[in-house]
Nanobody
Framework: QVQLVESGGGLVQPGGSLRLSCAAS????????MGWYRQAPGKQRDMVAT???????NYADSVKGRFTISRDNAKNTVYLQMNSLKPEDTAVYYC???????????????WGQGTQVTVSS
């Protein structure tokens, strides 16, 4: 199986910055796409940013120009640099990875446990 471990969440003032990290480990042959979703209380889980194995990026309109997603394929790790944070960015942020596993070469989506980001003064 594949495990995703997130880190970097916390409390930050409006206008501040945070950097999230997510490392994948386990029976990984390749990771097609990695990314971040977020879920605020009482709301659905929404895509924030994704990045493919070759570096193609996609962002939600609400974070364009403020958030940057990057990836280290050698470390199976994805990062989310969040700048100019706003109170409406407050949510639990979940990392995910579309993985091809060693052996069976089956594909499936793995999720992290989530990390809380709170933007408040």
């Amino acid at each position: 199986q594949v495990q995703l471990v997130e880190s970097g969440g916390g409390l930050v003032q409006p206008g501040g910055s945070l950097r999230l990290s997510c490392a994948a480990s386990g029976s990984i042959f390749s990771i097609i796409r990695m990314g971040w979703y977020r879920q605020a209380p009482g709301k659905q889980r929404d895509m924030v940013a994704t990045i493919t194995e070759v570096g193609y990026r996609n962002y939600a309109d609400s974070v364009k120009g403020r958030f940057t997603i990057s990836r280290d394929n050698a470390k199976n790790t994805v990062y989310l640099q969040m700048n100019s944070l706003k109170p409406e960015d407050t949510a639990v942020y979940y990392c995910y990875a579309d993985v091809i596993t060693i052996g069976t070469r089956m594909s499936y989506t793995a999720w992290g446990q989530g990390t809380q980001v709170t933007v408040s003064s």
